[in-house]
Every structure is written in structure tokens, then in C-alpha cells.
């Protein structure tokens, strides 16, 4: 199921009318740390008419939020004093967890994750006592959970874990979604790409690739998070529910980066066999399954594989 692809841009009255109408009417989301895809599913559910309240860390993402129409609370998610935000006031039938990381290496990860979940359930927890519902509950965590390597096809059932630190705090902060007081999904996403995410894209313009040729690049659309964020929430569920989400691709990283080199009319590019930058291990050979995601949300990812989406990507950065 996909919301409408009604661009938010130049709708701030039309969805701030909609917000003042929704938050009476029982259609509020509140997004926490709406930057890269929570700014993008903010965009998608202002669209559709419904009130969004959204929590970031950043000056000019909060402007660029409240100009779409959004109420926004500036602040550190890992911390107590948004609680009382007037702009987190009444009920929310939605709520979302789509932080990154914000630097500073495991630390950084673990303010984010493990500390900014817990958090956001015990604001939760506190408003279900004062008789507010709790909303059903999305989080965003990652595939990095996953140690299998080798080739695997990887599902939902597979063991997790792993001995890098930053994938400790990522499972960690997934237990805590067990305290949600109310329905909770956790949605496992690959590499994201999209609007503006050209890294690749610089690499095959470089000349050189990080990783290895051979590796397996599971990827995840941003758009399609989106619409898998709508797609769970129109089915509703208990929980917590956990789906991957990966493109139907299944493509090497030798594959993508050929193909954007003949794009781009380069030769394709040489690889240093070592992580990319801000990486510690290289990415394990494995393909992400998301079969589960398809047949009991009947989501289907728009940008199939990576050639449809890097197409738009292209596009957007030759203009």
C-alpha cells in the first residue's frame, strides 16, 4: 500500500489546515528524528492530509520541517525535556523512530539507538498512564543486525548479532522495542539510497570503489521505506512484528557500479578492498530477503532494483 506521491512542497497552509483539522479527528504521526527518511515520510503523511509532529536535533531541518507544515520540537531525542512539549500534546495514532546516528562513533550510536529509544517508551509509557493510547510504533533499525556472510539469503528467522560494537547497540536498542506499551514494527532497512545520496556515484566518478567486487549490495530506496512505513500501519499488528527491507536486485557491487559507470560514460571503476569511509569491517556477502514483507504487507518496492532508482538519482544530480 502507498500513500500518494503528492509532493509536500508548497502545501505548508493546505496541510497545516489538515494538521489543525487531523488533530481533532484521530490523524496525528509523530516522527522522531525526521531527518533523511523520517523528513521523507513526514512529506508523504502531510500529503495525505494527516497532522505530523516531528523531533529534531537540527536547526535548518526543523525550519525546513515547519515550513512543509509540520509542528516541531527541537531536541535531543536521548533526552527528558521534549516530555512536555506542548506540540507532543493529546493522542498520536502513529509514531515513528527514524533516527541515524549522530556522530561520535559507538557513543554516538548508543545516544541515538539505546538511549533515544528508551527515551521515546518511556514518554510513551508515561502517557498511556495519564489515559492517552500509544500509538502503533515503527522503528527503523538495520540489516547490520545480521552476521551471516558467505552468499546467505538471509530472512527474518536468521540468528542476530555480531562483534562490532556498533552492531551491539543496534540490538539492543531492538529489545527495547519489547516495552513499547502498545503495537510496535521493526523494519530491518539495507543501504539506503536516494534523493541526494550520491556516494556511489562519487565513487565510480573517482575512479575507485571501496569493498569488493564480488559482494553482494542489498539496498533499500528511500521512497519504498516510506511506503512500507504506510503499508504496516494500514494492516496494523500486535507485536512487536519484525520485516527486512531490500529491493528485489539481489545485485553485486560489481553490477551496480558497472552499470553507473556506463551511465555516466566512465570506465568502471578499480576496488581498494578496504571499508568505506566511516567504516570499520567490510560489509558481509549476503542477500537480504524481504519475501516476508511482501506477502503479509503486500508492499512492492517501486524501485525494484537499483536500476530504477539510481536512474532517478542521475537524473536529479545532472540537473
Known sequence: MQWNDEHAAGLATKTTEH???????????VIFGAGYVGGALASRA????????ALTRNIDSAAALRERGCAVVVARINEVDWWDAPELAGDFQRVAVTVAAGGGGVEGYRRSYVEGLASVAGWAKREVTSGKAPGHLIYTSSTSVYPQAGGVRVTEQHPIG????????LIEAERLVAEW????????????????RTHLVEQVRRGEASGQPQVHLNLIHRDDIVDACAAVWARGGGGPEIFNLADDGAATKEEVVTWLAGRLGLPPPVYT???????????PDRIIDAARARALLGWRPRHSTFREGYAEVLADSSE
Open 19 to 29: 494538521g489543525e483539522k487531523n488533530a481533532r479527528t484521530g490523524r496525528r504521526l
Open 46 to 53: 502531510l500529503a495525505e492530509g494527516w497532522s505530523v509532529t
Open 162 to 169: 555480531g562483534e562490532a560494537e556498533t552492531t551491539q547497540v
Open 181 to 196: 506499551p502498545g503495537a510496535a514494527t521493526i523494519l530491518r532497512l539495507a543501504g539506503i539510497y536516494g534523493p541526494g
Open 273 to 283: 578492498g578496504a571499508p568505506a569511509v566511516g567504516r570499520r569491517s567490510l560489509t
